[in-house]
């Protein structure tokens, strides 16, 4: 593949993984104050600065924003229930109200100029069941948290994503997934066994897998979007605790998009440079070898390369983004091999600090190749733009799930996808026009969006359930008590709105 603006030999490519370390504070530092920079010409936002809900008081009125920063509400109350009562009581009054997770989703699903919901006090385990290995949790915990409750009883869940922050509600609400061929996403059936969810008139429902009758009405459930309900406990099917192997190593575009490696590895992801046919291929595997202590080196290649260097780099290549090409012909002599032992959650999931805007869009497999095709001609056509050239500025991911059942509107819903996620620093301009443009390609090779991450294209039309979900939030919020924008749009058939605020 050709990339635009081929880097010539300069300092740049003079990069060691040393001095790059090296200077991982100083960048960061800069990158501070470039960002500082760039948010008074409206190029990004502050990564230092909190995200999430705000309550309010001493005439300061009640805020939200998520963590990319593109969602921001000014509801008239933010409830933070702490019993399964007071949820009910909440949600019976409330004349609008949306559920709030951790902030993690890019779409608006959480906005609500009424009543923002938060489940953080609802964070209990209430039952284990070694015999089913299943386990009932209150879906205000934390997937982090949950992860270490399960690791103390000895249990796992088998698939989790990149970071683990979200709420259990989130990720089951959205369709959130890892990576594996052997299973879903979280609203699969196989990871969701019953489910207890709040109604409008704060009547709780009580839906499990062990009841035929509740099979259409869980499966509406699983991925709900907010809309149907508040979700007040999830019962998951677990695994016993587990070590994972991960390796990582730099390949070639062509080599990483072998089936090989998603068919012979538990876990198969790769991470695509842009303006070059280098990725970082990342396989974690099942393994009964004990853990290994790396801290340091962990440390130095996931929080300072990976988050502080990378992240200030970038801050400050946006200001110069016709950079961007020979900076990641550089960056790409820093990717080592690297090998590491470790408990299952703590190997799947990774810090991330450098906040990015990003789209992601579950594609069937065999398109995946040619999803990098379109994205590499696209990513050439916009920063050879005379006016307004848009230069791609960070990894794309590739990732591999089997498809989701027992669900009305998972975008793996009935067949096996590869996860293509495209994503921008949020101090670049330009992005929106380039993911509007992306997103036509990835329609166009049978794509379906994730639900938490930005789309602008109405997608109802791709799930043939998208009615029966529909009768389910007539019948269970006839009202419209759970509408939003985000809801509103969903059902209209209009195009979808990814800023607010």
Known sequence: MTSCGSAKPSAVNKFTRRSFIGGAAALGAAGSTAARSARADGLGADVSADYGIKPGGSGTAPTFVNWARNIHARPQEIAVPTTLAALQEVVSKAKGVRAVGSGHSYSPCVHSDLVILSLDKLDKILEVDRATMRVKVEAGKKLYAFNEALAELGLALPSIGDIDRQSLAGIVSTGTHGTGMQWGSFADAAAVHAIDLVKADGSLVSLSADRPEDAEALAAARLGLGSLGIIYAITFQVVLAHNLELRSWLTTLSDALDPRHYRDNDHFEFFRFPFTDKVKAISRNRTDKPRDEQRVRTFVD???????????????????PRLMPRLYDALTN????????????????????????????A????????????FNRLTQSFAMRAESP?????????????????????????????????????????????????????????????????????????????????????LWDPTGKFRNIYVDRLIDGREMVIEIG
Do not use: C
């Open 302 to 320: 996931k929080i300072l390369l990976e988050n502080v260097a990378l992240g200030g780099l970038l801050t400050a290549a946006s200001l110069r």
């Open 390 to 474: 848009y230069f791609a500025n960070f990894p794309t991911e590739s990732r591999f799930v089997r498809g989701d059942r027992g669900n009305l509107l998972s975008p793996s819903q009935g067949q096996d996808v590869g996860y293509f996620a495209v994503m921008s620093h949020t101090a670049f301009k330009g992005y929106e026009e380039f993911f509007r443009a992306m997103e036509t390609q990835l329609l166009a090779l049978g794509g379906r969006p994730h639900w938490g991450k930005m789309f602008y294209q109405n997608p109802t039309s791709l799930y043939p359930e998208w009615a029966k979900f529909l009768a389910y939030r007539d």
């Open 363 to 374: 594609l069937p497999v065999a398109a995946m190749p040619e999803a990098h095709e379109r």
């Open 334 to 361: 820093l990717v080592f091999d690297e090998s590491r032992i470790d408990r299952s959650d703590k190997i799947m999931a990774s810090t991330r600090l450098v906040r990015v805007n990003e789209m992601e869009y």
